[in-house]
């Protein structure tokens, strides 16, 4: 009985991971057009609203999927204020910290003219960033 039991546990437990990954994809559309009309207008803003929408704890990994597209698509500038806002909104998030970390690494030029040295102070964690990966 207990193994019947613990069998049937596995296959819940399995069908709730399932729903989970089905409910994630399903909210990817709506981000990927965020994505496409933010790059096609060069605006923020229809990124910000999607993600926005989205229950706080699953932000971070919304705002890297987006960036990483932007920064992809070599809109920098559209992909710093991406970083910025997902800064503001999650400061404490590894992906956050990995993000400051590779701009200031591939565009610090850009990054000290759109982000500048105060906003790096306050958000810009080194001894985190240096423990992160591109996955937080």
Do not use: N
Request: charged share 20%; with cysteine.
């Amino acid at each position: 009985r207990s193994s019947r039991r613990f069998v049937v546990s596995i296959w819940v437990i399995v069908g709730a991971i399932a729903l989970l990954v089905v409910l994630s994809l399903l909210r990817r559309p709506g981000l990927d057009r965020s994505v496409a009309t933010a790059i096609r207008t060069d605006d923020p803003m229809p990124v910000i609203a999607s993600v926005g929408k989205l229950p706080h704890g699953q932000q971070p990994d919304a705002w890297h999927h987006a960036i990483q597209h932007v920064w992809r698509s070599y809109h920098r500038e559209l992909a710093l204020a991406l970083i910025r806002q997902l800064a503001l909104d999650h400061p404490d998030a590894r992906i956050t910290q990995w993000w400051l970390k590779h701009v200031q690494e591939v565009e610090p030029g850009l990054v000290h003219e759109t982000l500048g040295a105060q906003f790096l102070e306050r958000y810009y964690v080194p001894e985190v960033a240096a423990a992160c990966g591109p996955v937080g």
